[in-house]
């Protein structure tokens, strides 16, 4: 994780949010739902890392707008999805804050993913270099 930006949520917690240096990539059933070297890395302490992908690299083709949202102080309010690939579904799959308050704030446009249902690969970038290529030999 790079550029840590440490904003303190009024009364509550201390959100960090940086940028994750690598690949993220997020899928479901053997499809992929989404892949960036785009992401946010939310930290907040007593809870599990979380990465945050911008909508430009999610395939919302899959996913669907569930009736469900979710109010957390000093965050704002969190919309859910739900995802249909490969002949699976799941509900509570995605979730985002569409206009977050000023602490999450670089978190609009950027969905997260559940654990429980979706697989979740980070790969670091090594030396800085980013490369799908092989290597010369």
Partial sequence: MKELIMQTAPQTEQLKIGTFDG????????????????????CVEGEPDVFYIPFEDIYFEMLRAMDKTIHRPDWGVAYFWSVSAVGEAADDFMWAYLTPEPAAAALANHGAFNPESAVISAVPTEHGIHSTALPDV
Avoid: E, K, N, Q
């Avoid at 690949?23 to 939310?42: E, G, H």
């Fill in 23 to 42: 690949t993220v990539t997020v899928t479901f059933s053997d499809a992929v739902i989404a892949s960036t070297t785009r992401a946010r890395m939310v």
